[in-house]
């Protein structure tokens, strides 16, 4: 292949920001929308947060849980990075629920509570906030098809299942997707004019505050006014500039038609991009980002022909992530135009990859991101970026806590 067909002009990225702005437009105006921007119920304590939460993390592949004490809005974790364990097998057909609760109740009799306390849920699918805290199942993603979950809550009935199994007992759970978890840890550092959430590992997304007059859609029974956090489920944004590469990604892949921005820019997806190029050619059939950098940090090893386009669907998808970005900006800015410093806490593998033969993932999506930003009138406006250890964990705790 000659052509980069990857390659994404600055006009088109522009394009690809403008786009993805008027769908969150419509996604705050309107329920079951492209990009579908879910209020989250719950308003996160900012200061003086105290007491005691068990964390549970259910990711793309990996599940942690955690016990974290804050004490004067100072969080420690239990043990340091939580107790992980691979959870891939959850993608294998016939997976049921209870198999899933089993999965997940199991390192939880691993770590020590002495006391009763409450969940917060970090759970990373589309799921619709419930006034009490709880979320019901939208849809799965990332290869996941327990069916007989979806339209449930997924709170209540695990902690059911969990305190007819132990001793102490938890005393109620609140979901959050997440990016909501990640906008929530980012809270710990205030002096920003606006925060947002967003995660490019396995899947990708992003969460932000936004005024409650913005969102027409509300629940007319929530009380709290304000800023609300919003789960855009932007991994569902149709952009627009794909490639027939990505058509017959998605028509290869699960949920067709779904999650396309996903499927362009996240871990589980670049492989399969990879190998959609190289249609003739004999690939593992597990092939996610993780080996797509390995392709391009050792060229030597590699054909000449994958490392060129592996680190041209790497660049894409950085870019593709600056462009939703520089979009999500301009809702903000739009909304209240004395945003100057906004605040990424960004979350991920692929995020936080690095590509020793050329520039580091974050460091592309940084500049394009101030490009796009000048390019749309923005050039005042900055955006911070930050890794927060453990980011999933206190933004869970901060909700179970607040
Ligand atoms: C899910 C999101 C999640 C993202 C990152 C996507 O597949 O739909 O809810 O935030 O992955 O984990």
Excluded at 79 to 85: M, S
Excluded at 340 to 353: D, M, Q, T, Y
């Amino acid at each position: 292949m000659k052509k980069n067909v990857f390659h994404l002009k600055t006009k088109q990225l522009v394009e690809i920001a403008q786009s993805l702005k008027l769908k969150v437009e419509t996604g705050l105006r309107e329920e079951g929308a492209e990009v579908q921007c879910i209020p989250t119920y719950i308003n996160p304590k900012t200061s003086g947060i105290n007491g005691q939460a068990t964390v549970l993390d259910l990711g793309g592949t990996n599940y942690r849980v955690a016990v974290v004490d804050f004490e004067n809005g100072e969080p420690t974790i239990h043990p340091e990075n939580g107790w992980k364990k691979d959870l891939s097998v959850m993608k294998t057909p016939g997976f049921t629920e209870e198999d899933l609760f089993k999965e997940q109740a199991d390192p939880i009799g691993e770590i020590k509570r002495t006391k009763e306390n409450p969940i917060g849920y970090c759970f990373s699918y589309p799921a619709e906030s419930m006034l009490n805290g709880d979320a019901k199942l939208l849809r799965w993603t990332k290869g996941v098809d327990i069916k007989e979950m979806i339209g449930k809550p997924v709170g209540q009935p695990l902690v059911d299942y969990l305190n007819k199994r132990n001793e102490v007992k938890f005393t109620g759970i609140k979901v959050i997707n997440d990016t909501v978890a990640s906008l929530f840890a980012g809270l710990t550092e205030s002096n920003y004019d606006a925060y947002i959430g967003l995660i490019v590992g396995t899947g990708t997304n992003m969460a932000t505050f936004i005024k409650s007059e913005n969102i027409k859609k509300l629940n007319p029974d929530y009380k709290e006014g304000g800023l609300i956090p919003v789960n855009l489920e932007s991994g569902n944004f149709n952009p627009p500039h794909l490639t027939v590469v990505d058509e017959n990604v998605d028509a290869r892949s699960d949920a067709k038609g779904a999650q396309r921005f996903e499927k362009a820019v996240s871990g589980m997806y670049l492989g399969e991009i990879l190998k959609a190029v190289f249609p003739c050619d004999e690939f593992e059939e597990r092939f996610d980002a993780q080996k797509l950098t390995s392709i391009m940090n050792y060229p030597d090893i590699h054909k000449k022909k994958y490392v060129k386009v592996a680190a041209q669907i790497y660049e894409r998808s950085a870019k593709l992530v600056a462009a939703s970005l520089a979009g999500l900006a301009l809702v903000l800015v739009e909304n209240d135009p004395s945003i100057k410093r906004i605040k990424l806490v960004a979350e991920g593998s692929l995020f936080w990859s690095e590509y020793r033969k050329g520039k580091n993932y974050k460091n592309i999506v940084m500049a394009e991101l101030q490009d796009l930003l000048d390019e749309m009138g923005l050039k005042d406006v900055h955006v911070y970026v930050s890794k927060m250890d453990n980011a999933n964990l206190i933004g869970s705790a901060i909700a179970a806590l607040s």
